[in-house]
């Protein structure tokens, strides 16, 4: 039986499902027809959201996060879905599935060094999971990780990755039945140059694909 969340207590909770009901309704909906136009959240509505600490919601209260869990996590989604879901979809991935991953498995280097920036919106944290042969099923990722020399060695090719300042790339090591999936955390200046040295398109949206052919992530498998 659910009994509460004692970082974020039910009348503390109430007042945050308020604002985010205010936010949403009175600044977000007006405007769904110009987000929709411009493809794009528009810079004002995305600083509100940061100062109203949307980025890090669902982020533990250490590194900054308001410190919502996964059932308070679930009404503030049924709020967001009121609207546009480019809204949620700008932050979703930094208290999801990315986020997440550092929370739970990241070294304490990695969470001091991200985990403030993800939850102010600073940064805007990506999960590398699809490949043109694979997405919903990570046992079809041809990306592979190797350790050399104190770090790794990525060779693989992600796509449909959007804006981000750092990703937590799903990718394999080992094999016949040995191997492991792990993530390793790749800020975006590895992606960058592994796009300029195969002449692929990549960032800022949707769509794009890169190739990592020996470039360096740290582990957080």
């Known amino acids: 039986?659910?009994?509460?969340?004692?970082?974020?207590?039910?009348?503390?909770?109430?007042?945050?499902?308020?604002?985010i009901n205010h936010f949403v309704r009175d600044r977000?909906?007006?405007?769904?027809?110009?987000?929709?136009?411009?493809?794009?959240?528009?810079?004002d509505l995305r600083a509100q959201a940061a100062d109203m600490g949307l980025f890090g919601y669902a982020i533990p209260q250490e590194w900054g996060g308001l410190?919502?869990?996964?059932?308070?996590?679930?009404?503030?989604a049924m709020e967001l879905g009121y609207t546009s879901l480019s809204l949620r979809s700008m932050f979703g991935t930094n208290n999801?599935?990315?986020?997440?991953?550092?929370?739970?498995f990241g070294t304490d280097e990695q969470k001091a060094r991200w985990m403030p920036?993800?939850?102010?919106g600073d940064v805007v944290a990506s999960f590398a999971l699809t490949e043109?042969?694979?997405?919903s099923n990570p046992a079809g990722l041809k990306t592979t990780a190797k350790p050399s020399g104190g770090g790794w060695i990525i060779d693989g090719r992600k796509q449909f990755i959007t804006?981000?300042?750092?990703?937590c790339d799903l990718a394999g090591h080992g094999g016949g039945g040995a191997g492991w999936l792990g993530g390793l955390l790749c800020r975006r200046r590895v992606w960058e140059v592994a796009r300029c040295h195969s002449g692929r398109a990549g960032f800022p949206r949707a769509?794009?694909?890169f190739v990592s052919s020996g470039h360096r992530g740290s582990g957080v498998r």
């Open 1 to 19: 039986m659910y009994s509460g969340n004692p970082d974020v207590p039910d009348d503390v909770f109430v007042d945050v499902l308020k604002q």
């Open 28 to 43: 977000v909906v007006p405007r769904e027809l110009e987000i929709m136009s411009t493809d794009a959240i528009p810079a």
């Open 67 to 76: 410190g919502l869990d996964l059932v308070q996590d679930v009404e503030v």
């Open 96 to 104: 999801g599935i990315a986020g997440q991953v550092l929370v739970g």
């Open 117 to 120: 920036g993800i939850a102010s």
């Open 132 to 135: 043109p042969g694979a997405g």
């Open 163 to 167: 804006s981000l300042d750092f990703s």
């Open 207 to 209: 769509g794009g694909s």
